[in-house]
């Protein structure tokens, strides 16, 4: 299957096919991920909890996001994939964001940037990047970067005034000259409201079935990441319970003396090589 570009996906919007968005930070998964056949990749600075550890995103770094991308992009030679842009790459200049954003397309093949926001600076940037000639896609709603003027990692737009205050800031974001808008944790009322207005592909992370595209943070919905699940997340597997029995029969095994079985899981020598070895050996001792 070939890559799907910008046009394909308006097309989808089109006909009413839905944008299936997965995000994903290895090589392995996101192998996986192009096999299933999910139609664009998030790289989300996301990675700085699934797989780094960390209690927030802020710490991560351009180049943490540049490594984990260029792994993507390898496993996923033939998938859309979008860079995010993580916290303080591109707040303080237009300048800074773009040069942040070209590293995406530059040193990580991918497709498109992602950022956070829809005030007044984020718009410039927005407008810069995309002069520049790179794909930006918009995200609002529940936004881990502000999680400090959120007041936490919770859903938004519940209030009417601010439910309204989402619908303009998509507007916004679209005038700014995004391609897509990312929609995450609010109302499905705000989810659809944003739609229908929207002139451009509406993905959604907990905003309800009326988005034009689904996304999901993969180590959530295969159950591998359990610090906390948020209320929108579909679990389809429980990966994280069978990795963790394969570790534990491993560790059994190991301490049991079952693994490894010798010819099974061992090389062998040939007979008549094995038989000098142990005279040579034995000379040797
Ligand atoms: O970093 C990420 O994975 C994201 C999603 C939570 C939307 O931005």
Do not use: W
């Not at 998938?79 to 995010?84: K, L």
């Not at 529940?142 to 999680?147: G, R, V």
């Not at 737009?157 to 995450?184: D, H, W, Y």
């Not at 009322?189 to 079935?209: C, D, H, Q, S």
């Amino acid at each position: 299957m070939s890559k799907k570009t910008i046009n394909d996906f308006y097309q989808m919007v089109k006909n009413g096919e839905k944008i299936v968005y997965l995000t994903a930070y290895d090589y392995l998964t996101a192998k996986m991920e192009e096999k299933a056949g999910v139609d664009m990749i998030l790289v989300g600075d996301s990675l700085g909890m699934v797989c780094l550890g960390y209690d927030t995103t802020f710490p991560v770094t351009m180049d943490d996001m540049v490594r984990h991308c260029q792994a993507v992009r390898r496993g996923a030679p033939n998938t859309f994939i979008v860079g995010d842009m993580p916290y303080m790459s591109y707040q303080i200049s237009d300048e800074q964001a773009i040069t942040n954003a070209g590293r995406f397309v530059k040193e990580a093949g991918c497709d498109a940037i992602k950022l956070e926001g829809a005030g007044a600076q984020i718009t410039s940037r927005i407008k810069a990047i995309q002069e520049a000639g790179i794909l930006v896609m918009g995200h609002i709603g529940l936004t881990p970067q502000f999680m400090g003027q959120l007041g936490g990692y919770k859903a938004q737009g519940r209030s009417a005034k601010a439910a309204l205050n989402l619908v303009k800031q998509a507007k916004r974001v679209e005038e700014a000259g995004a391609f897509s808008i990312l929609v995450e944790g609010v109302p499905s009322a705000v989810g659809k409201a944003i739609t229908e207005r929207a002139n451009f592909p509406v993905l959604g992370i907990g905003a309800g079935p009326y988005t034009h595209g689904q996304l999901l943070i993969y180590a959530d919905m295969v159950g591998l990441y359990d610090n906390f699940t948020p209320k929108f997340v579909k679990k389809y597997s429980n990966v994280g319970e069978v990795l963790t029995n394969a570790f534990t029969e491993y560790v059994n095994d190991v301490r049991s003396q079952q693994f490894p079985e010798d010819g099974k899981h061992t090389y062998l020598m040939k007979d008549d090589e094995k038989a000098e070895f142990l005279t040579l050996l034995e000379k040797e001792d």
